[in-house]
């Protein structure tokens, strides 16, 4: 049977708000601590990464991502970034529920591959 993924996108006000990449990067920037650390994980430029984090941080009411305290460098989520990249990954999964069967219908009409 093909393998099936389903991505979410989700927009606010006919805009890309969040999606697989911006949740991917507060991810990586939660495990490692740094935003320059979680671009080259994801191979993505500082600059791009950057620019990703300052859209998130004004397109929300409290900043997503914010430096370290204590001067050492470095960047975390803050509480809204925790609370944000929890609530996608569970309307990811209650959308992953939702369309289980209707996955699987569109898989087996698909042609294999070779």
């Known amino acids: 049977m093909t393998e099936m993924r389903l991505t979410?996108?989700?927009?606010a006000n006919g805009s890309p708000l969040l999606g697989h990449g911006k949740i991917k990067l507060l991810e990586q920037i939660g495990q490692t601590g740094s935003i320059s650390a979680a671009a080259r994980a994801m191979g993505m430029s500082?600059?791009?990464?950057?620019l990703l984090v300052e859209a998130m941080n004004t397109t929300f009411v409290r900043?997503?991502?914010s430096a370290r305290p204590g001067g050492g460098g470095g960047a975390g989520l803050s509480p809204e970034g925790e609370a944000v990249l929890r609530l996608y990954r569970e309307?990811?999964?209650?959308?992953?529920d939702a369309v289980r069967g209707q996955m699987e219908t569109l898989a087996a009409m698909c042609?294999?591959?070779p």
Do not use: K
């Open 63 to 65: 900043p997503l991502v």
């Open 91 to 96: 309307i990811e999964h209650a959308a992953r």
């Open 111 to 113: 042609a294999p591959s």
């Open 8 to 11: 979410l996108r989700v927009d």
């Open 46 to 50: 500082y600059r791009r990464a950057w």
